[in-house]
């Protein structure tokens, strides 16, 4: 009776251990798909400056897009402060 339960916790431990490299797999895709993301973002940002140094914007406007957009999806008057923070550091001069 001992040995079973033995047996059975073991064969539970080597279950989990297996879900958790499963899981350990995963989280590493996602981190490289986030490494991706964060590539594009950047590329995309010194794009954008580049533009804005021969273009000039309305950067009122652009907030209150911002505002309008984000603001249903984030329950939060004014929107997303994430979304403005960037679009004050890029309006930078």
Known sequence: MFF???KELDG????????????GGGVDQQIDQ????AGHIIALEAIM????????????AA???IV??????TG?????????????ALTKK
């Open 4 to 6: 079973d339960q033995i």
């Open 12 to 23: 539970s431990i080597k279950n989990l251990r297996d879900q958790l490299k499963s899981i």
């Open 34 to 37: 986030l490494d991706d993301i």
């Open 49 to 60: 400056l580049q533009v804005l140094k021969k273009t000039d914007i309305d950067v009122n």
């Open 63 to 65: 907030k209150a897009w």
């Open 68 to 73: 309008q957009q984000t603001q249903d999806s």
């Open 76 to 88: 939060k008057e004014g929107g997303s402060t994430k979304a403005r923070d960037v679009l004050e």
